[in-house]
């Protein structure tokens, strides 16, 4: 197929999800980087942009002046990436959209899920994508878990166990350094800390692999290491409108773990365990059997699982991979947008605005929960 | 050492709990077991002491009969080992104690905290020992944890997360099941059911590694199979008095788990992991370091890892010499109370009254905040 | 059922293995241990049967002394266990078998394979038991790759591949220590070290769980330590005469191994592994399906596994617990012996003279071969 | 940077190992893929050309006419890779390299030895670059190995052991189908099986992290299923020239494993253990100390392990990425080719010609070994 004209808007020099966003955009091939704004400073940022094969027409000094300019072509943007500061991602988003361009923005979608809420309604009178970067969703093996359950093959979901740790925060000493502080300053990151940066994913997959959105939350906001007034750890108990309670825990002050992503699934029939520190290994054990691992690869998989894999069973396909099935799926739509074909059906499983908005009204209601002293509120 | 007198009441056929006591006495060769009322049924229960070669004079058809020829005899058991059904837990204790014999009870020790307290007066007054059978403290592993813990190798503690967690209770078919349905009746088990008969581990555990005890907590029980009357699933959130969050999860109905007891601790200096399905292993990440791997049976552990380990490295020793230690901890102190010596004072380490107590006011306060929507309540 | 006498020769004070025999023969109650020659200084000897609780008049100073007193009493040892230094196994073994005793032998049973020959000659005149202590094949999961094999679902094994590596003899400054230098004297442990002490125990279990017996082998051997003349570390390929290839590797230098005893068996249908360091979990890969986890304590293991299982589900039981099944299975038989009557056929599984045999053969063609650069060497 | 043009030789349509050259190639940014001969059907290929947006004009029908074609242009291609079936590999890397173009092929680089030595002399005279896929080594913490060891933290090298195993051809009823038969037919697959073509990646490692070469090997090979003329299993043990002996075993009929690449290095100051599953964690365990968990990601690492990676900790790379930083390691050697400047020295870790004859030859050895049941073969 014709490769997808792509930009960039932040993810510059020393960003970290810049280059992962490249690297998953170009590992399939189907995303052509044509222009961008990448940085602040504009000079460096068109710099940049040259660093990186984008033409010097199309390296800009700032996001307003690529909007205005990519407009006016007939070689359209096929597809504009968000990675800029979390404050800005509404405004970005919005003006693109109704712009007319396809957007992937970088959680959180926005600040509060007013805007997120405004978003969604703005895309879908556009009639164009908004897609936001939960990208773990992407693992085969994730989907596998979507499918089977989708697929009934644990029946009712009772409970889901969802974590996503790490130890990246808990040195006292590094508190004030401003790389660090920012993240627990209210003036800065709003009203939540670990659970908006850290944990919303574990929130996203719970809601993804469920196919179930939360109705109330009850949360435990901890702020553990020196005067901080965000949370550093939380733990939050969901109840889901299929039924299911959900149970998630994050952290940025458990030493000794390594972003530590996993869900628990158990339903009536079975239960399912994964883990992102291994992701090629999804364990299935259904009621009164025994357990049994599924590897990522295996042509036993459903549809879904194999479709977003590409490399031999036995080879870890990593993040980058997993990251790398949302611009999959983004060129399969964006493709059948150009032709005016319908999209395959599985390709519309990448995280949408609507998952923004819910993973902005998780996290108002958790601070709101939390302030209240765990008080059960409704979402 | 001379060998120390051991009787047991309840833990006859079929019992399930009886072996795993046989054999932990057993393993070390400090118990001789001489007496038994081992059955509600009094004949089965002489026969059955006469298959593990208790002498007839001493096998007894209930714990009455036993207390009154026990008291009367010059060859006093050293150690009565309580392995009835939960409710008879302290009447039979009580007696004993107060006829000045050392116990061992298994867990509950009562059926509420009040009753517990008068066991731990009782205790106090009678210059005996009441054991409470918390067994999983006795891994070396467990015990290194709580050593380095008050050695200040993690600084000051911040939070505890702690599991236990099966799926051995999900069968919807199988909830009518006498065997499983008296669980989960509030007339035969009180006021929780899975946390106070798996979970309750995972808060001793808790309060033993860190060595302290909680102020308050919030609990969220759910009930997820069928028409349960208690609790299969719960999370709890507590605060202890030296300043640790702890956050604890067991269940029921997690179907794959295969009683998953977890313990992690992270503290100011670093963080500590441990699995009982791994329990040879402990994992300690320093701040800022490398995680490390302390097996168990390694001569650079603490001195009560050492003392709690008899097998060499490399070769689990499993569940049952956990066990035994809480047995070789009573006979060190048993011995010591024969002779009028001090024990060692690492021998004090086996779960007591007082934990008894804890563990009793920690399920009543559970059941009392779940009821009220997760309200924080004081222990 | 009345306790079985119980003797035992070496062990004493410092003794690794004797600690581990009375831990695993005291388990299950069914040994009673009333005599003893413990140590190579007699009062030393006697002084420690009485800090085991032995009665004087059968406290030995040496095995003749207990051989004839104990020959001559009524109140006969049902079974004498022998941990003595290696070189006297056989002369010790040899002695009490033919006075008409029972026999556990620590392994090697002998030190060439003529001996060992002699010794099952022997045993079989005497109508006695010899057993030898490859207590490995004790865990129940063992038994129930014993017994998947036996019953076909592998089909034809093919291949099984065995490890037991260690790095406790790598440190060169270490090599001239007493304790370690033994080993690799030629003058004291004869042909073979590494192979001899630790990779036999693999080798027994490749045989166990196959029900095979080696028709050739062609060994490596390498002494990568200072100028030890005797292998450190070993790779051998055997041809076992079912048509199964064995590959075993067995090292004292692979630092940061923890005696790591694993198996892996692949056959026609399936392939099996299990590995010492998580006992308590097997996998199972039919041809063409997934990998199941197969849990120590599941009621849908084979008889075997039930029958040498003690603990419930997701308690680690421990190699202790292992060991305990010989001295379990030696309960039966020697019950059977008393009586007269058939012991349980499943109770014949304990590694027996004949398996000390095949082991001393293995070890002498292993050493052959190695010294002829590895030529395939009939056994 | 510019772009580096750049070609493929087969890889079309069906082709495994095709897309993983293009998501390596792609994933940074550095390769543009702009000619191509992908199909032994010229039409087949130029048509899948155009889905990979190669221009019409450089979708060559054969690889001769490209290498003619791309010989006369002046955008000349700076990497042609090369993936066709295995025979036509020498034919292809010597016309492209005599033709003065940089090469990256597929291993094999030839069938045979003296082919693979007269490629290594063709390179250095061109003065072009040949490098050979042995991807494995681009993982980040195998580099990181290799710089450990480097760098002496392991001391003299005593032992490695390295594992390559799969169970893919265990199948009996799939062993005639044509997909499976051909790599078992000397007259296709020359005179190894499974060791060329999967345990050759386990031999490069070990080559690749201690910085040695075999002096001699001994190798037993057997053929496990139905009448197979080739290994379908192999154990080889090696004697490298700085003094490591090597063992290593492959399989193809190990059900149960994935591709279990493993690799194990023991020194005289400590061990390493890796293995392919699980990427991210390498174990170091110093003489005597306790094993430390090295993770992808972590700045603590060597300058080359840190080069090699992109993603943040906690999240796996995959495979991908680490062949991709062997198309890295070209890009800079091609770019510092372009300029004239000097490549930085840490790029030229990638695996070339010189790589590709020690696999020959030590292909060659194996099979000449194996024919004389396991003699010592020189290399």
């Not at 189907?30 to 660093?51: E, M, Q, T, V, Y």
């Not at 033409?55 to 800009?60: C, E, M, T, V």
């Not at 949360?219 to 949370?231: C, I, N």
């Not at 699982?305 to 031999?312: D, E, G, H, L, T």
Request: glycine fraction near 10%.
């Amino acid at each position: 197929m014709t490769k997808l004209n792509w930009g960039m808007i932040g993810g510059g020099a020393g960003s970290q999800i810049g280059p992962t966003h490249r690297i998953s955009a170009g590992l399939d091939g189907h995303f052509l980087l044509c222009a961008g704004a990448f940085d602040i400073d504009p000079d460096r940022g068109k710099a940049f942009a040259g660093s990186l094969g984008v033409s010097a027409d199309r390296a800009y000094g700032d996001w307003r002046e690529m909007l205005a300019a990519e407009s006016a072509r007939d070689d359209r943007l096929d597809l504009v990436t968000i990675a800029t500061p979390n404050a800005t991602h509404y405004e970005i988003s919005r003006a693109f959209l109704e712009a007319g361009f396809n957007v992937l923005c970088e959680k959180p979608l926005t600040m509060t899920a007013n805007e997120a809420r405004e978003i969604v309604e703005i895309t879908k009178e556009s009639g164009k994508v908004c897609a936001v970067n939960y990208g773990y969703s992407g693992y085969p093996l994730v989907r596998q878990m979507r499918a089977m359950i989708a697929n009934g093959d644990l029946g009712k979901i009772r409970l889901i166990k969802a974590e996503f740790a790490h130890g990246f925060h808990a040195d006292a000493e590094e508190a004030d350094n401003p790389r660090v502080r920012w993240r627990y300053d209210p003036a800065q990151a709003g009203t939540s800390a670990v659970f908006a940066d850290a944990g919303i994913h574990a929130f996203h997959m719970a809601c993804f692999v469920s196919g179930q959105t939360p109705t109330e939350l009850s949360a435990d906001f901890a702020s553990l290491v020196g005067d901080r007034q965000l949370e550093d750890d939380a733990m939050i108990n969901f109840h889901f409108n299929g039924g299911a309670v959900c149970r998630l825990w994050t952290s940025a002050v458990a030493v000794g773990r390594m972003h530590g992503l996993t869900l628990q699934v158990f339903g009536e029939k079975g239960g399912l365990s994964w883990q992102q520190q291994h992701p090629e290994q999804l364990h299935w054990t259904p009621l009164n059997g025994r357990t049994q691992i599924l590897e990522r690869g295996d042509s036993d998989l459903s549809e879904q699982a194999v479709r977003a894999s590409r490399i031999p069973i036995g080879h870890a396909e990593g993040m980058p991979v997993a990251f790398a099935n949302i611009y999959m799926d983004l060129a399969d739509v964006l493709n059948a947008q150009r032709t005016g074909a319908k999209p395959d059906p599985m390709a519309l499983d990448f995280p949408q605005a609507e998952d923004g908005y819910w993973s902005m009204r998780a996290i108002e209601a958790a601070a709101s929960s939390a302030k209240a002293n765990g008080a059960w509120t409704k979402l």
